[in-house]
T-cell receptor
Framework: DVKVTQSSRYLVKRTGEKVFLECVQDMDHENMFWYRQDPGLGLRLIYFSYDVKMKEKGDIPEGYSVSREKKERFSLILESASTNQTSMYLC?????????????FGSGTQLSVL | AQRVTQPEKLLSVFKGAPVELKCNYSYSGSPELFWYVQYSRQRLQLLLRHISRESIKGFTADLNKGETSFHLKKPFAQEEDSAMYYCALRNSGNTPLVFGKGTRLSVIA
């Protein structure tokens, strides 16, 4: 079974702090994604990556950056956290090509920015 | 631009009643449509995809290109169906899924 692990379940940070959200998958998936999940807004894609050291902006990349130095790890970085970045963050991975519609999600990180 | 619309934020039905979760999409090409589900305290997971034409946990969904819809249906709702449901779309190729805003289904005993 594919395991996507997000390092923290809950995180509380202060405005202006630099925040790292870590995600690791153990099934050698090429594709990795970061979404944020907000009530009434659904899932919105922040960034994605189809290979090591590759990254693409999603629909809402402002205020975020990512790092993919190793295939299994995809990190989301909030350079200077703001209160409007309080949200549930979901990491996901998938195989490329026809298999990529089956996303395997992590359990999520609930980030609160005070 | 691709867009997925789920018009209902919340849908409440009685146990044993039929369920229909609506999903409409806008996309000019040939889309691939999916339903994802998140049960309480569980991870978001794939429920079904239109190309498989499968029935999962009694749910089915038919792609209607004329009406640009992909509604999720179940003839008899069960309490364990209570969850958050997301419709998702992908165009051809290795592109990310676009999700709707989700519908919370509550099945009342």
């Amino acid at each position: 079974d594919v395991k996507v692990t997000q390092s923290s379940r809950y995180l509380v940070k202060r405005t202006g702090e630099k925040v790292f959200l870590e995600c690791v998958q153990d099934m050698d998936h090429e594709n990795m994604f970061w979404y944020r999940q907000d009530p009434g807004l659904g899932l919105r894609l922040i960034y994605f990556s189809y290979d090591v050291k590759m990254k693409e902006k999603g629909d809402i990349p402002e205020g975020y950056s990512v790092s993919r130095e190793k295939k299994e790890r995809f990190s989301l970085i909030l350079e200077s956290a703001s209160t409007n970045q309080t949200s549930m963050y979901l990491c996901a991975s998938s195989l490329p090509g026809q298999g990529n519609e089956k996303l395997f999600f992590g359990s999520g990180t609930q980030l609160s920015v005070l | 631009a691709q867009r997925v619309t789920q018009p209902e934020k919340l849908l409440s039905v009685f146990k044993g009643a039929p369920v229909e979760l609506k999903c409409n999409y806008s996309y000019s090409g040939s889309p691939e449509l999916f339903w994802y589900v998140q049960y309480s305290r569980q991870r978001l997971q794939l429920l079904l995809r239109h190309i498989s034409r499968e029935s999962i946990k009694g749910f089915t969904a038919d792609l209607n290109k004329g009406e640009t819809s992909f509604h999720l249906k179940k003839p008899f709702a069960q309490e364990e169906d209570s969850a958050m449901y997301y419709c998702a779309l992908r165009n051809s190729g290795n592109t990310p899924l676009v999700f709707g805003k989700g519908t919370r289904l509550s099945v009342i005993a």
